[in-house]
């Protein structure tokens, strides 16, 4: 069962930047869209960005203007560049993506990477 891989989590300062990562964690086909959640202690997972299959980015309000959403087709991979950060986007980073695996598309989650950021 193929799975996703987040990497790049950590402890930064307020205002500082990170880059999560995600792949596959065995060969596949090809990769469609992608989008990233999170979940702060306590509270709901929440939406943070996508980007479809084609390229198209959509962000939440709470993170537009400071984080970058992309995928790399060739390399099937994805990230999402997270500058000025602040405390309230402490929490566990998690990728979503729809992938085709022999010959089937379907969507498959990553298991998360902490993200703390101190004030």
């Known amino acids: 069962q193929v799975q996703l891989v987040e990497s790049g989590g950590g402890l930064v300062q307020a205002g500082g930047s990170l880059t999560l990562s995600c792949q596959a964690s065995?060969?596949?086909?090809?990769?469609?869209?992608m989008a990233w959640y999170r979940q702060a202690p306590g509270k709901q997972r929440e939406w943070v960005a996508t980007?479809?299959?084609?390229?198209?980015?959509s962000y939440a309000g709470s993170v537009k203007g400071r984080f970058t959403i992309s995928k790399d087709n060739a390399k099937n991979t994805g990230s999402v560049l997270m500058n000025s950060l602040r405390s309230e986007d402490t929490a566990v980073y998690y990728c979503?993506?729809?992938?085709?695996?022999?010959?089937?598309?379907?969507?498959?989650w990553g298991q998360g990477t902490q993200v703390t950021v101190s004030s």
């Open positions: 980007i479809s299959d084609n390229g198209m980015t």
């Open positions: 065995r060969r596949i086909s090809s990769i469609g869209s």
């Open positions: 979503e993506a729809t992938m085709k695996t022999a010959a089937a598309w379907g969507t498959y």
